[in-house]
């Protein structure tokens, strides 16, 4: 039976999992996730709002990350004319700080000593709701990154991911790009970012968690006071029901620009993070891909096809895609390195991995699992896109639901997706 572990008047307990306790305010129905960690006087605050480039209209694409900038430009309370712009204070105290913006969602941060956590909580709460949002901020950020645009536009392996996620995604919004479109970005005005953060930057459509050395009680009391009196939302948050149709035909896209060798990536439409075989498709990318002993380095690397290969699989909150990456060696030509791929997934479909790889990749994902949450910075990380994929607790059970996993079930989860009707090709060819 959960019990209420800490008593605050005014906040709500809601439940714990995997030693982390869920708060919720009662005033604004904000989510608050405490992870104690004593081992230094050190904490991590991370606020995650949930929305990224899945949520963005036509014609607003870009406006997430733009945001994100703009909210380093400052409110009444802090912002560089007084000497109290948000990096200046917080870096004053010791905080390491930035955030990130995604397709499910953004994230501010700071590490910080513990007993300073309490200036960041007052500096997220006040821009919560109190950016400035100034018509000069906007134009001069715009400079930035129109720049930071230009400059992936010019990495062959950015534009030809871009190219396999745009081609695979028609109605859905993961086909924009995080950073948008260059004209959607050209044209943005304070007006519009100022309707896109009244849109989305509201309590109950953001999570706090704290993470390291603190006293309970005192955080909550801290966020109570200066989140609590934060009105909810004036509308209902957008419901964003772009579903994408089903996939009928393989799509080929290529690439073409200045570069050094030509690239592969092949991607099949995948599972939500929610959906149990979002694990297992982890552990198939882990059979697949890494050490010497996967079977991609086997058949690519040792045998001369490839120089590299990868598989890159992030579950989101809707169906992403499972994707393998791979450089073709000197003089291999890009259609072999794809038949190769196609053979190996298709001998997993079909045979599933051996109990030999099972360990293997069990072992890879709980290594990977004990780096990602190798300190209280690095576990808010892997707990922001928990909470972005919509159901928290998918960090805290995480190692169990991989453990759970069978041969049959990592053979039955790529059956499912891998099929040439389902798949997206992307290559990029340099030009001289």
């Known amino acids: 039976m959960q019990t209420r572990t800490t008593v605050v008047d005014g906040v709500e307990f809601v439940e714990t999992c995997g030693g982390i306790d869920c708060y919720r305010l009662v005033s604004n129905g904000l989510r608050v996730l405490l992870l104690p960690r004593r081992l230094a006087p050190v904490a991590t605050f991370m606020i995650t709002y949930t929305v990224g480039s899945r949520h963005e209209r036509t014609g607003e694409t870009g406006a997430t990350h733009f945001l994100e900038h703009m909210m380093f430009k400052g409110t009444a309370r802090y912002n560089r004319e007084r000497g109290t712009s948000v990096f200046n204070l917080l870096q004053s105290v010791g905080a390491q700080v930035n955030a990130t913006t995604w397709m499910d969602r953004t994230n501010y941060y700071a590490m910080l000593p513990s007993e300073h956590l309490k200036t960041v909580v007052d500096v997220e709460a006040d821009r919560m709701r109190g950016l400035l949002l100034r018509d000069e901020d906007v134009d001069s950020e715009k400079t930035v990154i129109l720049n930071e645009f230009d400059r992936g536009e010019n990495e062959p392996f950015r534009k030809l991911y871009q190219a396999v996620w745009s081609a695979a995604f028609e109605a859905h919004t993961y086909h924009h790009p995080t950073i948008g479109w260059r004209r959607d970005i050209e044209e943005v005005t304070a007006a519009k970012l100022r309707s896109f953060y009244d849109r989305y930057y509201w309590p109950e ?145 079909g045979e599933g991995p051996t109990e030999e790889e099972m360990k293997r990749a069990l072992s890879g994902l709980e290594a990977a699992f004990a780096y990602s949450t190798d300190g209280s910075f690095s576990t808010a990380a892997a707990l922001n896109e928990a909470i972005a ?44």
């Open 205 to 349: 459509n953001a999570t706090l968690s704290v993470i390291g050395d603190f006293d309970e009680a005192d955080v909550l009391r801290w966020i109570l006071r200066s989140f609590g009196p934060i009105g909810r939302g004036a509308e209902r948050l957008p419901d964003v029901g772009s579903v994408e149709p089903r996939q009928r035909g393989e799509r080929r896209v290529a690439v073409r620009m200045q570069g050094d060798v030509p690239l592969l990536l092949m991607g099949w439409k995948a599972f939500p993070a929610r959906e149990p075989r979002s694990v297992a498709l982890e552990l198939a990318g882990q059979v697949l891909s890494g050490g010497r002993t996967t079977r991609l380095y086997k058949r690519l690397v040792a045998t001369g096809l490839a120089t590299a290969q990868q598989v890159l699989y992030t579950p989101l909150h809707d169906p992403g895609l499972f994707m393998v990456y791979a450089s073709p060696g000197a003089g291999v030509d890009l259609v072999d390195v794809e038949k190769a791929v196609d053979a190996e997934m298709e001998r997993l479909a």
């Open 389 to 432: 994929s919509g159901d928290w607790k998918r960090f805290a059970s995480y190692l169990d639901a991989a453990r759970a996993c069978t041969s049959q079930d990592v053979q039955d989860a790529i059956g499912a997706i891998y099929s040439r009707d389902q798949r997206t090709v992307g290559v990029f060819e340099p030009t001289e």
